[in-house]
């Protein structure tokens, strides 16, 4: 049934007086009717969902809570439902409500909803909280309150007496040689550091600054470099690439894999951690996603040459010696099992383990054609170039060269045009069809209608990065379908979806506060560090925890113990600061 829309101007008085001064007042807040908690941008798409059989085809209002007015009222949709779960949804629409304010929605019988906001610039605070997480996330100095207010620290983690793991000798290093390898951040909910990740998260912010400048150049995130003249963004970045450095074997060019305790740390603070760090094998991906992060870092570094002097010189030498590194050794995959059968102490942690290593070969590639426009690089990215457009995750950075491509197509040689133009058509069939009907589904949105929507990261590597992507197939079309089914994602992640969280700590009515995140969790501070995005439902329930359902899309629990639903990490954290901020300048600019 099509939704019936009045618009309080053309109501009759008697009608308006029913809706302004006899709706009971008294109606309970109903937490079944989800919405993004921030809420919602003047000018666009405006949708809540109840989940409630009984919802479908009732009557809504929208009261404005300043003035109590109802200003807009409609009628919710039939029953909607997927193919994994029970539950029923009804979808209510009032894109016509566009004057900034406070607002709920009533629904007779059933409840109203959490007061809303509608405003402009939604996204703004949001985007700098993800961003800040990663200066609450360095390792090796101290988390000032004049920074990061109470959830000040000391510092935690110098890394200035980091030792070779025997799987990681060279001729100048063997086994238990001390090195130096300080600053980064913090994987996740753990203490460790990982190339793979650290290289992905970096790609993905880097893009950020390529795609938006002017957006990222004003984020502002009161950090000790604020007062420099680079932009907050970079410093923040350069904060990580300055520790990837150091991962690399000057005698050979390779990367570590990473830098770890043996086993998992407990739950207690950085300071109070006093276990040996090793760095552990060299790997192709990681030398791979090392090369191509540098090389990117090294054309964006240029402008801030100021602050940075001969570090963008640095990271493009760095990156060509990973690479060939990586030419020579292209079968050296992180495998941490077969290693421990060999070597001792006996690794367990985060493994950011591959199978091939053709998609970190693709991006590094295409990273370093686009920086240096040598040929050589740019064979090598045709050689390994994708047959189909798949979501940037840290398991397969393909996209990321895709994107990298698509941005820079215009000054590209005639070679690098074409690649360029295949990699457009493969993102927009994606966008397409994943975009296809989306406003038809039980959460009116693209992500969350199949049961592969949901796993280990998924807010992120699922979400988030769908929403980056339609975000490309709008830049690249102006087609408005693609901006609003970002908006439909981010909506999802912030609300508007099956356990009702708003998966940012700090932000909505109902966020998490007990993430799997040791930094919060050792702090005696109540409130986890805000700003943090949590994985998400996933029926592989890997940490054992006693979830409330077994249904793919409410397999969450707000639980410390949930490594599998609720940890955080930096590149679920990088995604989102991305989407968010990118969709914000979308929606300003
Ligand atoms: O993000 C990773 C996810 O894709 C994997 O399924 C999962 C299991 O291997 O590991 C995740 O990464 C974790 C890493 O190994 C260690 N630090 C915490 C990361 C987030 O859970």
Redesign the pocket.
């Known amino acids: 049934m099509k939704a019936m829309h009045f618009h309080c101007l053309s109501l009759l008085p008697f009608l308006f007086c029913f809706y302004t001064s006899c709706t009971p007042k008294e109606l309970p807040v109903n937490d079944s009717i989800r919405l993004n908690q921030l809420g919602f941008y003047p000018s666009e798409e405006k949708i809540a969902v109840v989940v409630d059989e009984e919802a479908a085809y009732k009557k809504f209002s929208i009261r404005n809570e300043e003035t109590n007015n109802v200003v807009f009222q409609g009628v919710l949709s039939s029953p909607r439902s997927s193919s994994f779960s029970p539950e029923k949804t009804a979808v209510l629409s009032f894109s016509e409500v566009k004057t900034p304010g406070r607002y709920r929605i009533e629904i007779p019988s059933i409840g109203k909803s959490e007061p809303f906001v509608v405003k402009e610039r939604l996204l703004q605070d949001i985007a700098l909280a993800g961003l800040k997480v990663f200066y609450y996330q360095r390792t090796a100095m101290p988390i000032e309150e004049q920074y990061a207010g109470k959830w000040n620290r000391p510092a935690g983690h110098p890394d200035d007496r980091v030792m070779i793991h025997p799987s990681a000798v060279s001729p100048g290093r063997p086994a238990g040689t001390i090195i130096s390898s300080p600053k980064g951040w913090y994987?996740?909910?753990?203490y460790?550091k990982?190339i793979v990740?650290s290289g992905f998260t970096v790609g993905v912010l880097l893009s950020l600054f390529e795609d938006y400048p002017d957006y990222a150049i004003q984020m502002n995130t009161n950090i000790p470099e604020s007062a420099n003249s680079t932009p907050d963004l970079l410093d923040e970045i350069h904060w990580n690439l300055a520790w990837m450095l150091t991962m690399q074997d000057p005698a050979d060019g390779g990367v570590y894999h990473k830098l770890t305790t043996p086993g998992f740390e407990g739950f207690i603070k950085p300071v109070d951690c006093k276990k040996q760090r090793y760095v552990v094998a060299k790997s192709v991906t990681a030398s791979l996603d090392f090369a191509a992060s540098m090389a990117q870092a090294a054309r964006i570094f240029t402008v801030v040459e100021a602050d940075y002097p001969g570090f963008s010189d640095k990271m493009l030498k760095a990156s060509r010696n990973a690479f060939e590194w990586a030419m020579r050794t292209p079968d050296a995959l992180y495998k941490q099992n077969e290693m421990n059968e060999r070597f001792e102490p006996a690794v367990t942690?985060?493994?950011?383990?591959d199978r091939s290593a053709d998609d970190e070969f693709f991006w590094a590639a295409t990273e370093l054609y686009v920086t240096t426009g040598e040929e050589r690089y740019l064979a090598i990215a045709e050689q390994y170039a994708p047959a189909q457009f798949t979501l940037p995750?840290?398991?397969n950075v393909s996209s990321m060269g895709c994107m990298t491509l698509i941005r820079y197509g215009k000054t590209l040689d005639e070679k690098g045009k074409m690649l360029a133009g295949k990699m457009k058509t493969q993102l927009m069939d994606y966008a397409d069809n994943a975009s296809r009907n989306a406003e038809l589904s039980p959460y009116a949105a693209p992500y969350g209608r199949d049961t592969k929507d949901f796993?280990?990261?998924c807010n992120s590597?699922a979400a988030s990065n769908q929403g980056i992507v339609f975000l490309y197939a709008w830049l690249l079309t102006n087609d408005k379908k693609y901006l609003t089914n970002a908006i439909r994602n981010m909506d999802y992640i912030l609300g508007r979806n099956a356990t009702g969280y708003c998966y940012i700590t700090g932000y909505g009515y109902k966020s998490p506060m007990h993430p799997?995140h040791r930094l919060s969790a050792s702090d005696d501070i109540e409130e986890p560090i805000p700003g943090l995005l949590t994985?998400g439902p996933n029926p592989?329930k890997?940490d054992g925890c006693n979830y409330p359902s077994d249904v793919p899309d409410e397999c969450y629990i707000d639980d410390e113990a949930s490594?599998?639903s609720n940890?955080?990490?930096i590149?679920?954290q990088g995604l989102f600061t991305c989407f968010s901020a990118a969709l914000d300048a979308a929606l300003t600019e």
């Open positions: 994987d996740a909910g753990d460790n990982y990740n942690t985060g493994t950011y383990g995750v840290w398991s796993f280990w990261g590597d799997h994985g592989g890997q490594y599998a940890e955080i990490a590149n679920w």
